[in-house]
């Protein structure tokens, strides 16, 4: 089975507590996509100077937060790690020229186990998970996006997590509408993505409208592109979600076949 390569907007931790629009779509997700056998992932919330692999056999669930509801500090995910996965990325990642290390020690931050514990909350499938550079462009993410695209042929899911608008300092009350420069920014983003306009993606920061103002920092934009160069070249992507919370987080989420 060849799965497309996902980007998902994760949001606040506690989204995994609260029904909200992005909450049944990751809840629905899982059952939607089939079951692979195995799970890369990219969050926003790992962030090394070169690509970082996980190869932890029990990757442990980390709580990478504060001043949140108590439960979310209890929950676990149990999944599996993938060594030899891991490894194999990591070949993988140092025959494009770029230098990879792996890590046995890591476990998985929120930006991986909350999405997952709602797409697959059995845990049961194994997980890895590779860093971003923040310093690194969004042509070196799409690179390795790339060089992870044939692993989607062997029923491989290719998760990318961050969030399609992430200016922090902006936040609203939960159900605010959202502001126009947050609007214009995703709906540019929409455009491109369903247009196959992998240029002007690449070229973000000068051609969106608000980039620097939806994007103060990059970290939570740059897994987007991981999973833009794991889709086929040629296919547009697909939009497979859409909302906002805290008036300022678009919540976006795209398929890349």
Same mark, same amino acid.
């Given at each position: ?36 056998? *195995? ?15 996980? *190869? ?33 990325? /990591?070949?993988? =990642?140092?025959? *494009? ?5 792996? @890590? ?10 909350? %999405? =997952?514990? =709602? ?34 042929? @062997? ?39 369903? *247009?196959? @306009?992998?240029?002007?993606? =690449?070229?973000?920061? @000068?051609?969106?409208?608000? /980039? ?20 086929? %070249? ?24």
């Amino acid at each position: 089975m060849t799965l497309p390569a996902l980007f998902v907007s994760h949001g606040a931790p506690n989204v995994i507590l609260h029904d909200s629009p992005t909450r049944r779509f990751l809840a629905g997700l899982g059952a939607q996509l089939g079951r692979p056998r *195995a799970i890369v992932a990219i969050s926003a919330h790992w962030e090394a100077r070169v690509p970082t692999v996980n *190869a932890s056999a029990q990757p442990t669930t980390i709580h990478d937060f504060f001043g949140f509801e108590p439960p979310l500090y209890e929950m676990q995910y149990a999944a599996s790690g993938a060594p030899e996965l891991a490894r194999e990325v /990591a070949r993988r =990642l140092e025959g *494009a020229g770029l230098r990879a290390v792996v @890590d046995d020690a890591r476990g998985l931050d929120h930006g991986v186990w909350v %999405p =997952l514990k =709602l797409m697959y909350p059995q845990a049961d499938i194994p997980v890895t998970q590779i860093s971003v550079q923040p310093h690194e462009s969004t042509r070196h993410h799409f690179l390795i996006g790339q060089n992870l695209r044939e692993l989607r042929q @062997d029923n491989v899911l290719v998760l990318a997590s961050g969030n399609a608008t992430h200016n922090l300092r902006e936040m609203m009350p939960g159900e605010s509408e959202p502001p126009a420069w947050v609007t214009a920014f995703a709906g540019w983003l929409r455009t491109a993505v369903t *247009a196959g @306009d992998v240029g002007a993606l =690449l070229e973000y920061r @000068d051609r969106a409208p608000y /980039a620097a103002k939806n994007h103060p920092s990059e970290e939570h934009f740059l897994p987007l592109f991981v999973a833009l160069g794991a889709g086929t %070249p040629g296919n547009s992507g697909r939009i497979i979600h859409s909302s906002t919370s805290y008036g300022v987080l678009a919540m976006d989420a795209f398929a890349f076949d």
